[in-house]
């Protein structure tokens, strides 16, 4: 509980930040979409796609920046901010990304279930992309490792704090195309995963660094559909078998086999945290 703040309660925080996040991000969405509607742009499900992520940016980065100043009455810093002395935190966060989903990748291509291609790369849309990736990463894991998981764990131990932030993360992706019980239950264990290392530190870069390499190189580098959106693409892909296992059109966070890899990481990656700060605790 922090004594300093207007609202005392941690959890209470959360749940009427949820209210106004949503509430403000579902007003700019429909804004934007009726804008797209009444210009009659040939590319409207591209526009709305960019501009719909730059709004739910916008809108992250507000209703953060209210709730802490107006509400938690702390610095907009504070929530993890700190960029000196966590270089292991940041490599280790985009090797994890790259690594977990070369592996998924690799198992696929072993088991002959897929076949990679040349595409015809057009770099302005990959660096466009990128940009769009750098701003989902930064403005989910602000949302719920920075504002909700730290508030929650004002109020509750570290573990179940960490379960209830990962069940709100997976929640915000029940909307996306092509969802699934099993995408469900991954994005709710990438949850967890990303924030097994804020549960320590308090320190947003590992998840800030692993959510974006992995986003980058499941979609624009290896050609998967990343949450069910089809992005511009490095390699083209000639995917079959068994959607359990590939995912099918929601990409790699719908196979069973990312649940595999996904918790084991976090299994190993809990245990090298604790192990690594509870010294310092």
Not at 206 to 235: A, K, R, T, Y
């Amino acid at each position: 509980m922090d004594s300093t703040a207007a609202i005392k309660k941690g959890w209470l925080r959360v749940v009427l930040f949820l209210i106004f996040f949503i509430l403000l991000s579902f007003f700019g969405s429909s804004l934007a979409g009726i804008v797209l509607l009444m210009l009659g742009l040939p590319n409207a499900d591209t526009a709305l796609f960019y501009g719909g992520t730059v709004l739910i940016f916008l809108a992250a980065f507000l209703s953060v920046w209210i709730f802490r100043k107006a509400i938690d009455r702390d610095t907009f810093a504070s929530l993890g901010f700190r960029w000196k002395g966590y270089t292991s935190e940041r490599s280790t966060g985009m090797l994890t990304g790259i690594v977990t989903i070369t592996i998924l990748a690799t198992v696929l291509w072993a088991m002959q279930l897929l076949q990679w291609f040349t595409a015809n790369i057009n770099w302005i849309e990959i660096i466009q992309i990128s940009l769009i990736l750098i701003l989902v990463s930064f403005s989910e894991e602000l949302v719920f490792r920075g504002y909700i998981l730290n508030n929650l764990l004002q109020s509750m131990p570290k573990i179940p704090a960490l379960l209830v932030s990962a069940i709100l993360f997976a929640g915000f992706h029940a909307l996306n195309p092509g969802m699934s019980l099993i995408a469900f239950l991954n994005i709710f264990i990438a949850g967890v995963l990303m924030g097994s290392n804020y549960i320590f530190t308090r320190n947003l870069w590992f998840s800030i660094c692993f959510h974006f390499s992995w986003n980058f190189f499941q979609g624009p580098v290896l050609g998967f559909e990343i949450s069910g959106l089809d992005l511009p693409v490095m390699l083209e892909q000639n995917l079959r078998g068994s959607t359990l296992l590939t995912g099918g059109a929601f990409g790699l966070e719908a196979s069973w086999l990312a649940t595999f890899v996904l918790s084991i990481t976090t299994l190993i990656l809990l245990f090298l945290f604790q192990r690594k700060y509870s010294i310092v605790e």
